[in-house]
């Protein structure tokens, strides 16, 4: 179920574990690039907490209609990239996030 509200503190703690897992740094999240780290960002707000695609694209500076395409690339990246499953695996683990609960 998609929420309506957006959750700041729950956007940041993703923030930081992505940085955490990936090495990377929070302009290269919330800058106006589209960053793979963004789009890694926006999956797993996305399949966590449910937030609408509208809030996530202005939150991150996406449009609303691209967020699907971004779930679905980050899907199939999970199943053909090596590693990639266990980076995102590490970001659930780092926001005490079990995958099977998606933290509802």
């Known amino acids: 179920m998609q929420t309506t509200t957006f959750d ?9 574990a992505v940085c955490e897992v990936f ?6 999240i919330v800058c106006l ?6 789009k890694v960002v926006v999956y797993l707000l ?3 907490y449910g937030v609408n695609k509208r809030n996530i694209g202005i939150k991150y500076k996406i449009a609303y209609l691209y967020v699907p ?9 999970k199943k053909v990239v090596p590693g ?15 995958k099977e609960t998606h933290c509802a």
């Open 69 to 77: 395409t971004v779930v679905l690339e980050m899907e199939h990246m």
């Open 46 to 48: 996305v399949n966590i």
């Open 84 to 98: 990639f499953a266990e980076k995102i695996n590490k970001v659930y683990g780092s926001i005490n996030c079990e």
């Open 8 to 16: 700041i503190e729950k956007a940041e703690a993703v923030e930081k």
């Open 23 to 28: 090495q990377c740094n929070i302009y290269d």
């Open 33 to 38: 690039r589209d960053t793979f780290f963004k």
